[in-house]
């Protein structure tokens, strides 16, 4: 099973800041099967990047991501207040998936 | 639009069966494109995956539960289910059905908004 470790675990920032959230696995991934979400409380998570880079319907171009083989970055490049949340990152492999542990964007 | 809800009940007793269903509506859970998934989230912790199934009735499930987990299909109803057997308190959490894509491309591309399943006698 591959691992993913999300870091840090909670980052303060301020609104207009950019926020760098890492995701390493244990194992290389494919870079096509690997994904973010945003996860809001109460809510059910949200895709947000797929294929690594690939932003889904709808998310604004201040979130990209980067990456690969085991290590890889969802960028906010000017968080706005909606955008505090928990973020999580998603491999596929093998008929199997996991999720990192995720990382909780608070404001400062 | 798709739109995926979770239905079932929210108490369950230690060693019992759970058992949780997810209708499709707005689309055909018959797609091809598309496998259906579980997910569940303890209070406070994060994701984790339990399984998914294809329309043809293929299914693959995490290690760490395919001893107690059965997921169907009823493509009559657009329906999917989600039995796990044996549950403990640490089964506690809430339940996500969601629409996967495996293609080029993997995502988790619909959620329901998920129910919570509570292991207590």
């Known amino acids: 099973e591959i691992v993913l470790t999300q870091s840090p675990g909670t980052v303060s920032l301020s609104p207009g800041e950019r926020a760098t959230l890492s995701c390493r696995a244990s194992q290389s991934v494919s870079s096509s099967y690997l994904a973010w979400y945003q996860q809001k409380p109460g809510q059910a998570p949200r895709l947000l990047i797929y294929?690594?880079?690939s932003r889904a319907t709808g998310i604004p171009d201040r979130f990209s991501g980067s990456g690969s083989g085991t290590d890889f970055t969802l960028t906010i490049s000017r968080l706005e207040p909606e955008d505090f949340a928990v973020y999580y990152c998603q491999q596929y492999g093998s008929s199997s998936l996991t999720f990192g542990g995720g990382t909780k964007v608070e404001i400062k | 639009q798709v739109q995926l809800q979770e239905s079932g009940p929210g108490l369950v007793k230690p060693s019992q069966t759970l058992s949780l269903t997810c209708t499709v509506s707005g689309g055909s859970i018959s797609s091809g494109s598309y496998y259906w998934g579980w997910i569940r989230q303890p209070a406070g912790k994060g994701l984790e995956w339990i399984g998914r199934?294809?329309?043809?009735?293929?299914?693959n499930y995490n290690p760490s539960l395919k001893s107690r987990v059965t997921i169907s299909i009823d493509t009559s109803k657009n329906q999917f289910s989600l039995k796990l057997s044996s549950v403990t308190a640490a089964d506690t959490a809430v339940y996500y059905c969601?629409?996967?894509?495996?293609?080029?491309?993997?995502?988790?591309?619909?959620w329901g908004k998920g129910t919570t399943v509570t292991v207590s006698s």
């Open positions: 294929g690594v880079s």
């Open positions: 969601a629409r996967e894509r495996i293609s080029f491309y993997y995502y988790m591309d619909v």
């Open positions: 199934i294809y329309t043809s009735g293929n299914t």
